[in-house]
């Protein structure tokens, strides 16, 4: 028996139809995945059945009725509840008061009675919290839980997660897991959102693939494996785009001796950080964020201050150098944030000149023909779907990603800087970058990889440091490393002490 149904479901932004005639249902008892890539049009259908967005044409059916979703409260009233990726907690407030907030009918309970009610509504779901904890105190696994729990509290029947893994290390993800299955067998249907295969394949029973707005199609997780869905996702099978094992060379490129640093707000991030990533060899920074990645890669191009220790590039003392000398110096930075690191409303072709203007200029005047003729050559080596004249804004999040990778690695710098670089593009965008960086470790460069993608780190890096308050919490050659290993390692459960500045 179908709990929902989700008809003819269309939703236009502006020109942009996001969703195209959409049919979904949902059983009783089951998990579906909602699988496809960034852009599919999967948050989408689930923001117009929580009531977030209005559809413009289609209907949804709850246990065979036609309902209108107007709104969450619309939504929450059918039974239906949903946890996004940004969790809506009131960070000062208790794990009960969050709970409870907006859901006491009106009454001013005790603190006592709604800790109780709460505790009781964990037990019964088998969810794990403390309903006395202050929610800033929590870890976000168990930040997670808790919107998990509010959705229940409010009598959901239906529960859609959307990419609940994201933020989760591995053993947390074991453990969401684990409270899924027991919430299935409890009679609630989950509706999970995601583009990851390996989990699509654990949790679910069913999985629907959405490619452009479209439903591709709706098949039985057991009768399906990860190639047929990578093919319905992306139309055709993946590749997985992994290093060769070879020699590195011995060269040391970047050398981080012991180097502190603050955050924002005047707080240590960097802790005593030594790391060494020789000639054609990529070095992973694993860790959830937050734990100090941004502030390392800040350092490391010259954006940020350390407030003590030493960074040399290939022997030349870098240490509270400027953007521009670190640039200079050969290191070229791939940013966490591509729109930070184009101009917008400038052309692409001025965007792939930006920080080398001075070798475009005649007499004091721009050459505006020489950097057409640079920002031809470069869209057709690094494949930009764009033309030189078109503004930077228009392109795509892959396309921006290429031309930032365009106006740095053509540079051949010595050692590359790249913070989260497929964070949020498709899997063709990301099977192209992770390209790209192998190829500068052909090259002889040295890499540092900054990212929170597990799968990611494992197959590009040769060794693996992972971060985690600041501090590297240990090093080990990718061979040695798994998920599990990482992830205790991650959640500061594990340090795998080494000499600070060690060859490892």
Request: with cysteine; hydrophobic share 45%.
């Amino acid at each position: 028996m179908d709990i929902v149904q989700m008809r003819g479901i269309t939703k236009r932004f502006g020109p942009v139809v996001a969703n195209d005639h959409i049919d979904f249902n949902l059983r009783k008892g089951e998990i579906h995945a909602l699988l496809g890539e960034n852009g599919a049009g999967k948050t989408t259908l689930m923001r117009i059945l929580y009531g977030l967005y209005r559809a413009d044409e289609g209907e949804i059916l709850v246990e065979g009725w036609p309902v209108r979703i107007n709104s969450p409260k619309d939504a929450i009233a059918l039974g239906i509840g949903m946890v996004t990726q940004h969790f809506a907690l009131v960070p000062p407030l208790t794990v009960a008061e969050n709970v409870v907030l907006g859901f006491t009918d009106g009454f001013v309970l005790e603190k006592a009675t709604i800790e109780q009610r709460v505790a009781e509504a964990a037990k019964r779901f088998g969810l794990e919290v403390d309903p006395s904890a202050v929610v800033r105190h929590l870890s976000v696994g168990q930040r997670q839980r808790v919107e998990i729990l509010k959705a229940l509290y409010r009598e959901a029947r239906v529960l859609i997660l959307d990419e609940p893994t994201a933020v989760l290390v591995p053993q947390e993800i074991d453990a969401l897991f684990e409270t899924l299955e027991r919430l299935r067998a409890g009679g609630l249907s989950v509706i999970f959102i995601t583009h990851k295969l390996e989990e699509v394949m654990r949790i679910s029973d069913r999985v629907t693939v959405l490619r452009d707005g479209r439903v591709v199609g709706t098949v039985e997780t057991a009768r399906t494996n990860e190639r047929e869905l990578a093919r319905m996702m992306v139309g055709r099978e993946t590749f997985g785009v992994r290093r060769e094992e070879r020699a590195v060379g011995e060269q040391p490129l970047l050398q981080v001796e012991r180097v502190c640093a603050e955050d924002d707000q005047g707080l240590p991030a960097l802790k005593e950080v030594s790391l060494v990533v020789h000639a054609g060899e990529i070095l992973g920074i694993a860790g959830v964020g937050g734990n100090g990645q941004k502030e390392l890669a800040e350092v490391l191009s010259g954006v940020r201050r350390p407030t003590s220790g030493r960074i040399l590039v290939d022997g030349q003392d870098l240490t509270g150098a400027t953007p521009d000398e670190f640039t200079a110096a050969g290191v070229g930075r791939i940013p966490e944030d591509r729109h930070a690191g184009v101009v917008g409303e400038l052309s692409v072709a001025e965007n792939l000149a930006l920080e080398y203007l001075e070798e475009f200029a005649r007499g004091g005047m721009l050459d505006r023909e020489a950097i057409r003729r640079h920002a031809e050559e470069l869209i057709q080596r690094f494949q930009i779907k764009a033309r030189a004249t078109d503004r930077a804004r228009t392109l795509s999040g892959g396309n921006l990603q290429k031309l930032i990778l365009a106006r740095v690695l053509s540079r051949d710098p010595k050692v590359v800087l790249a913070s989260q670089p497929t964070r949020g593009l498709d899997v063709g965008a990301t099977e192209y970058v992770r390209q790209q960086l192998l190829a500068q470790r052909a090259r002889g460069a040295a890499v540092l990889l900054i990212s929170e993608d597990l799968d990611e780190i494992l197959a590009l890096s040769d060794r693996i440091a992972v971060m985690y308050e600041g501090e590297i919490v240990g090093v080990l050659p990718a061979q040695d490393a798994d998920p599990e290993r990482l992830g205790l390692m991650m959640s500061g459960a594990v340090k795998e002490r080494q000499g600070a500045y060690a060859e490892v």
